[in-house]
């Protein structure tokens, strides 16, 4: 299986700081049809996961612009340029190459100071 | 709007069995891949199965396979999830989520149902 490892597990971030969080996979997640399988998804407090990005960087329908995705091959970076108070919860990244099983990284908690 | 509503959760004896069910509106059922995702109290996130929209494949994570079984009816738009010998290790909140061909991944998650269980 894919292991997927993200850091750091937590963090605490001013409003209006920026924030980073790094996904690393065991295996490349660049497939034969030139996309490259990596989601992050944000739980936000009592709520069900919310996709943020798809295929590394591509923010899905309603996600602000100040989410973005940048990497490739095994190496992951989700970036807030300026943290809000409503973007706490876990920040997970996930791999959609090879199924079964989709993995899941630990999660990252983001928490504002 | 998209909606996946879980059901059927609750407290189960080991070796017991469960059936969940999520239905799905907002959207064509039968054109969509579906997947269960799990979540231990205080965990991460945990692949569980896949079916694909028309039931043809399925997929199971090696802790749940032979054990659980997913399927469905596209005729009442529902997903299921049967469980069967069921294990301490099992307890978690169960969500329902849509794989899209757009994004190549999962995009619409269900507010889950809890599943307990314990002696």
């Known amino acids: 299986d894919i292991v997927m490892t993200q850091t750091p597990l937590s963090l605490s971030v001013t409003p209006g700081q920026p924030a980073s969080i790094s996904c690393k996979s065991s295996?490349?997640?660049?497939?034969?049809?030139?996309?490259?399988?990596l989601y992050w998804y944000l739980q936000k407090p009592g709520q069900s996961p919310q996709l943020l990005i798809y295929?590394?960087?591509s923010r899905f329908s309603g996600v602000p612009d100040r989410f973005s995705g940048s990497g490739s091959g095994t190496d992951f970076t989700l970036k807030i340029s300026r943290v809000e108070a409503e973007d706490v919860g876990v920040y997970y990244c996930?791999?959609?190459?090879?199924?079964?099983?989709?993995?899941f990284g630990q999660g990252t908690k983001l928490e504002i100071k | 709007q998209v909606q996946l509503v879980e059901s059927g959760g609750g407290v189960v004896q080991p070796g017991g069995s469960l059936r969940l069910s999520c239905a799905a509106s907002?959207?064509?059922?039968?054109?969509?891949?579906m997947h269960w995702v799990r979540q231990a109290p205080g965990k991460g996130l945990e692949w569980v199965a896949f079916i694909r929209y028309d039931g043809s494949n399925k997929y199971y994570a090696d802790s749940v396979k032979g054990r659980f079984t997913i399927s469905r009816d596209n005729s009442k738009n529902t997903l299921y999830l049967q469980m069967n010998s069921l294990r301490a290790e099992d307890t978690a909140v169960y969500y329902c989520a849509r794989y899209t061909v757009t994004t190549s991944g999962i995009d619409y998650w269900g507010q889950g149902t809890l599943v307990t269980v314990s002696s």
């Open positions: 295929e590394v960087s």
């Open positions: 295996q490349s997640l660049l497939h034969s049809d030139g996309k490259t399988y």
């Open positions: 996930m791999q959609g190459i090879h199924l079964p099983p989709y993995t």
């Open positions: 907002g959207f064509t059922f039968s054109s969509y891949g």
